[in-house]
């Protein structure tokens, strides 16, 4: 996680009347083949639960995290249950 975090090279953040968008890249090389893996599946699952969105993956120069959040308070939405 340290050596992530010296690279991250710009952290930018939006906050809407209806939503909160927070990106953050950085200039690590992508491999050859990407999948995303369990982690961010679950970072995916819980923006979702929360009514909002993740993507995360390999972009021009470098890698990016893109959360977009619903504002205010709300109670998680559960698949199957």
């Known amino acids: 996680m ?6 991250v090279r710009r952290i930018v ?3 809407r009347s209806i ?3 927070l990106t953050i ?6 491999p050859p083949e990407w ?3 369990l982690g961010i599946r679950s970072l ?3 923006a979702e639960e929360l009514g909002g969105t993740a993507e995360v993956g390999p972009v021009p120069g470098g890698w990016a ?5 619903p504002r205010g ?3 998680p939405v559960r698949s199957g249950t």
Request: net charge neutral; with cysteine; hydrophobic share 20%.
């Open 73 to 75: 308070r709300r109670e």
């Open 25 to 30: 890249t950085d200039d690590g090389d992508p």
């Open 35 to 37: 999948h995303p893996g």
């Open 65 to 69: 995290v893109t959360a977009r959040l």
């Open 13 to 15: 953040y939006g906050l």
């Open 44 to 46: 995916r699952d819980r």
């Open 2 to 7: 340290t050596a992530g975090c010296r690279r």
């Open 19 to 21: 939503e909160l968008e």
